[in-house]
């Protein structure tokens, strides 16, 4: 029987963590993620969770730890946010190479310079070569379906991959939703306990983890890595339908929105669905054919399912929440292009949404008007639109200082 | 690549029913640094007073000292480093270059 609970993002990622039974956590705060972090040790410190609570001097140690507890049998856990992330890329590696499937939660903040605490994607997009599965979330009931999808999906002895769940930084984290959140016997009937099926580090049975690998087998085991990736296409629908008959909620790989005979589509990830579904629909009852599109698993790429939904629409309008700079276009951009190449549509690549930026429901509107710009020839589209970007962005902060002469014309 | 290097690591026979995914190898017994070698110590027994001086900063910890019998050196592993002869106090053990191949009667 479930509970509901008003909770926060942070807080339903908590509750998977607990209910999944983690058994050795590590964790370093950092904004957004902090609650995380302090919830998790408030659990250990009162006897709700039974685990091991590391205290760890940065996020480069926290994963680390978490990856070496994992392989000496229990499910270990750690979040992170933005720049810690970036500490943590060179054990990402570590993590997915030797193929430890460790869960993270991912609280999405912008990359430095400049400095910021909010929202956007640069972090996770990043990390997104790195090996790890990432599934982004929309609500902070899908944060905890997510997380026990992740576990599942994960754990799975044919794919033996790390996961991040991605939540979008105080959009999803800190605001509050009613959640329903299932009783721990139901999660363990769904979850079973952490069967270590690869490496392991026990000492009646010593192991050599991470040893110098020769050019003759480097390239081989980085297959082996692609074909456990690969996998999870084959893996994750049957979790899903699983998850579906146990909890009642569906669990989506892509979620499309009156995509069906759309003639403008806006591919969405994260949070911003909802604002994108709440435009779209209100220029659905003005009889504008307008389909949202959301990419909820983006490592491994669904490029099969998202080149079938998007093969006939005529314009298909990529929103990121990352600038992916000197790319052709953002992220999510190149790999929607990628997935459904046909000569006869045209693709416009949109950022927005930077740095905590509200993606309202007037900015997605202008995003769809300029769709139908678009669509109807009035705009070639070829260039990366930025949907929310402020006409004075060249003359922000200018004011002569003394000594700044030759940066004011 | 030397063969050594590649053979470093591999499965041993108890586990040779179950395969493993990335980086893992359950036997570590055939890392050949014997193979890198150059210069080979060679000492001179007559002068050593066996004060295992050199057991103790050998980084590889393949020297065997006791009373009975002469300082040995597992030539399976020794990278030829020179660090026991630079520690010795008698300098009794020299580095030399000349020697192309060493019994080793481990």
């Not at chain 1, 479930?2 to 964790?27: K, T």
């Not at chain 1, 500490?87 to 997915?96: C, K, Q, T």
């Not at chain 1, 099926?197 to 003759?216: E, G, Q, T």
């Not at chain 2, 640094?33 to 007073?49: E, K, L, Q």
Request: with cysteine; charged share 20%.
């Amino acid at each position: 029987m479930h509970e509901r609970l008003l909770l926060d993002g942070n807080m339903a990622m908590v509750e998977a963590m607990r209910l999944c039974r983690v058994g050795v956590i590590s964790a370093y705060p950092i904004t957004p993620q902090s609650p995380v972090a302090e919830k998790l040790s408030e659990y250990v410190e009162n006897g709700k969770l039974n685990a091991e609570y590391i205290r760890v001097e940065s996020e480069h140690s926290a994963l680390s730890c978490a990856i070496g507890a994992q392989l000496t049998g229990v499910r270990a856990c750690t979040a992170t946010s933005s720049v810690g992330l970036a500490l943590m890329h060179e054990v990402l590696g570590v993590a997915s190479g030797c193929r430890v499937p460790v869960v993270m939660g991912i609280i999405n903040r912008a990359l430095v310079a400049p400095w910021s605490l909010w929202c956007d994607h640069q972090d996770t997009m990043a990390e997104r070569d790195s090996g790890w599965i990432q599934i982004y979330a929309k609500s902070v009931q899908e944060v905890f379906d997510s997380m026990v999808v992740a576990y599942r999906l994960a754990e799975h002895k044919d794919v033996q991959s790390p996961a991040m769940v991605c939540i979008d930084g105080f959009f999803l984290s800190h605001t509050s939703e009613v959640a329903l959140i299932p009783s721990q016997e139901e999660i363990d009937d769904f979850l079973p306990p952490y069967q270590p099926c690869n490496a392991h580090l026990s000492v009646d049975n010593p192991m050599f983890v991470n040893n110098l690998i020769p050019s003759s087998e480097f390239c081989e085991m980085r297959y082996q890595q692609k074909e456990g990736l690969d996998h999870v296409k084959e893996v994750l629908p049957a979790i899903h339908a699983e998850f579906l008959e146990k909890f009642g909620r569906e669990q989506f790989t892509v979620e499309q929105y009156c995509c069906e005979g759309a003639d403008m589509v806006l591919v969405t990830i994260g949070s911003m669905f909802g604002a994108a579904m709440q435009a779209a629909g209100k220029l659905r009852k003005q009889g504008k054919k307008v389909g949202v599109l959301r990419i909820v698993l983006f490592r491994p790429f669904p490029y099969e399912i998202v080149g079938e939904i998007l093969r006939d629409v005529p314009v298909v309008g990529v929103l990121d929440r990352s600038a992916g700079l000197g790319a052709q276009g953002a992220p999510l951009f190149t790999e929607v292009k990628t997935a459904a190449a046909n000569p006869s549509t045209k693709f416009v690549s949109m950022v927005g949404g930077l740095g905590g930026r509200d993606l309202s429901t007037a900015t997605m509107e202008n995003a769809f008007s300029y769709l139908e710009d678009v669509y109807n020839g009035k705009a070639d589209g070829k260039a990366q639109k930025w949907i929310d970007l402020k006409d004075n962005y060249g003359t922000l902060r200018l004011k002569n200082i003394g000594g700044n002469e030759l940066c004011i014309k | 690549m030397s063969k050594g290097q590649e053979n470093a690591s591999k499965q041993s026979e108890k586990d040779k029913n179950s395969t493993f995914l990335g980086p893992v190898a359950t036997i570590v017994n055939d890392v050949d640094t014997g193979a890198w070698r150059v210069d080979v110590p060679v000492v001179d027994h007559a002068s050593c007073i066996r004060c295992a001086i050199c057991k103790k900063h050998c980084p590889l910890s393949i020297i065997k000292v006791d009373k009975e019998n002469p300082v040995w050196i597992d030539m399976r592993f020794c990278k030829g480093c020179g660090i026991c002869a630079q520690v010795c106090p008698k300098g009794c053990i020299l580095m030399d270059s000349n020697i192309k191949e060493v019994e080793n009667n481990a």
